[in-house]
C-alpha cells in the first residue's frame, strides 16, 4: 500500500506515471501496441486488437498534452498504425484485429472500436499528433455516414467490410463509446451535431430504457432497439457482452451524462437526476460495507451474477463520485471516492510493474475468468487524470489550454 494518500494529487501524480512507463511495454516497432501480459511482455497468442491500439493513441495524446516526456512518439505511432494497419484500403473504416502482418481474421466492421478510433482521432488533433487530422476527418465520415442510424438516432453495432449489411444486433456499450468520443469530436472540430447526437443517445437509452428498467441499463437490443433481456444467458461473462446488467456502465454512463450537461448552456434537470439514479442503483447492487470492490455483472433484481471485480469498473466508480461530487457538492459521493482509492491502491495497482491489474476474485485475490494480462491503460489513465480537470470542455481542450 502506498504511504501518500491515496487518490491525492500526488499518489495520481506518480500512479499515472508509473501506469504510463508500463504501458510503454506494448509499442511494437513494427506497428500498433501489443497485448501485455501480467509481467509486461507481448502475448504471443493475440493479435492486434484495434480497440487496444485506439486506447493507446488516445491515452498518448492525452499524456502528451499534459506534458508527459516523449508521450508524442507513442501517439505519433498509434495514429500512423490506425491509418495503415488497421485501416481498410479499398472500403474505409477499421478492421477490429489484424495479425502482424496486417491481415484481418474478420473483416466485419464494428462501431465499438470506431468509436474508439474517432476517440482517439478527436484527441490526438487536439494534440498536434501527426496524421491526426485527416485521421479525424476520415472517423467522423464514417461515423456520419454508416454507423449513424438517424431514424432510430443512435449507432449501428456491425456492419459488413463493403458496408452492405447491416448486422441485427444493437447494443449500448458501443453506444455509450460514441457518446465519449463525439464530446470531444463536437469540441475539437467545433461542429454541435456530435453534441446533438449524445444527447439522443442519451435521452433513448438512458432517458428510456434505463429510466423504464429501474436505472438498470439494458444492454442488448434487436434491430428495431427492442431490449434482449436474456442475451448471453449462457455466458455471462463475456467481456463485451456480457448477460444482465453491468454496474460498470451505469457509472460510466453517469459521469458521461454529466460531462454533457456541463458542455450545455441550459442542461435539462433530468440528466442530472439520471447520473444520480444510475450512480444511486449501482451502488445498491454491488457496494458492500465489509467487502471491497465491485461486481461486473447483476441479474434484473441486482442480485451478483459474475462477482469478479474489474479494474475498470471500479475506475469508473471513482470517476462518476468524483464528478457527481463536483456537480452536485454531495458529502455522501466524496465519502465513495476516498473508500474507492483506498481498495484502488490496495488491491489494483500493481506497485511494482505500475499497471492495474485487469480481474480479482470475489475474494480480490487475482483472476482470469474473463480477462488476462493487462493490455489496457485507458480506463485506470482516466481515472488519474480526469479528476484535475473541469467535466468541460473536453480533456484534450482543457489540457491544450493549459499547456
Known amino acids: 500500500m502506498s504511504p501518500i494518500e491515496p487518490g491525492s494529487v500526488v499518489w495520481r501524480d506518480g500512479t499515472r506515471t508509473a501506469l504510463l512507463a508500463f504501458a510503454r511495454r506494448s509499442r511494437r516497432e513494427a506497428g500498433g501496441f501489443v497485448w501485455l501480459d501480467d509481467a509486461g511482455e507481448p502475448d504471443p497468442d493475440k493479435v492486434l486488437e484495434l480497440w487496444i491500439n485506439a486506447r493507446m493513441t488516445y491515452v498518448f495524446s492525452l499524456a502528451h498534452l499534459a506534458g508527459e516526456p516523449d508521450a508524442l512518439s507513442y501517439a505519433v505511432h498509434g495514429v500512423r498504425a490506425l491509418s495503415t494497419l488497421f485501416h481498410d484500403g479499398t472500403h474505409g473504416g477499421w478492421y477490429d484485429a489484424v495479425d502482424f502482418d496486417g491481415v484481418p481474421g474478420d473483416t466485419t466492421k464494428g462501431c465499438y472500436g470506431h468509436a474508439f478510433v474517432l476517440l482517439a482521432a478527436a484527441n490526438a488533433s487536439a494534440a498536434g499528433v501527426q496524421g491526426a487530422d485527416d485521421l479525424l476527418a476520415e472517423a467522423t465520415l464514417i461515423h456520419s455516414q454508416r454507423f449513424w442510424d438517424s431514424t432510430a438516432e443512435r449507432c449501428f453495432e456491425e456492419i459488413s467490410a463493403d458496408w452492405s449489411h447491416v448486422d441485427d444486433y444493437r447494443g449500448a456499450n458501443s453506444n455509450m463509446h460514441s457518446v465519449e468520443a463525439y464530446l470531444v469530436t463536437a469540441d475539437v472540430t467545433g461542429d454541435t451535431l456530435w453534441r446533438d447526437r449524445a444527447m439522443a443517445i442519451c435521452e433513448l437509452i438512458i432517458g428510456t430504457h434505463a429510466r423504464g428498467h429501474n436505472w438498470r441499463i439494458p444492454e442488448h437490443y434487436d434491430h428495431d432497439w427492442t431490449p434482449i433481456p436474456t442475451y448471453n444467458l449462457e455466458q455471462p461473462a463475456d467481456p463485451f457482452r456480457p448477460y444482465g446488467a453491468t454496474p460498470g456502465h451505469a457509472f460510466e454512463w453517469a459521469r458521461l451524462l454529466l460531462q454533457l450537461a456541463a458542455a450545455l448552456k441550459s442542461p435539462p434537470t433530468w440528466m442530472t437526476d439520471a447520473a444520480e439514479a444510475l450512480f444511486a442503483q449501482a451502488v445498491l447492487d454491488t457496494v458492500s460495507d465489509d467487502t471491497p470492490g465491485l461486481a461486473y455483472t447483476t441479474d434484473w433484481h441486482g442480485e451478483t451474477i459474475v462477482g469478479e471485480r474489474f479494474h475498470w469498473v471500479i475506475a469508473e466508480a471513482v470517476l462518476a463520485a468524483t464528478a457527481l461530487h463536483a456537480w452536485t457538492g454531495k458529502v455522501l459521493y466524496s465519502d465513495l471516492v476516498d473508500r474507492w482509492w483506498s481498495e484502488i491502491d490496495t488491491y489494483f495497482v500493481d506497485h511494482e510493474t505500475g499497471a492495474w491489474?485487469?480481474?480479482?476474485?470475489?475474494?480480490?485475490?487475482?483472476?482470469?475468468?474473463?480477462?488476462?494480462?493487462?493490455?489496457?491503460?485507458?480506463?485506470?489513465?482516466n481515472a488519474l487524470i480526469l479528476p484535475d480537470l473541469p467535466l468541460a470542455p473536453s480533456a484534450a481542450l482543457t489540457l491544450g489550454q493549459r499547456s
Open 357 to 381: 491489474r485487469h480481474e480479482l476474485s470475489p475474494g480480490m485475490s487475482p483472476s482470469t475468468r474473463t480477462w488476462r494480462g493487462k493490455p489496457d491503460a485507458y480506463h485506470a489513465f
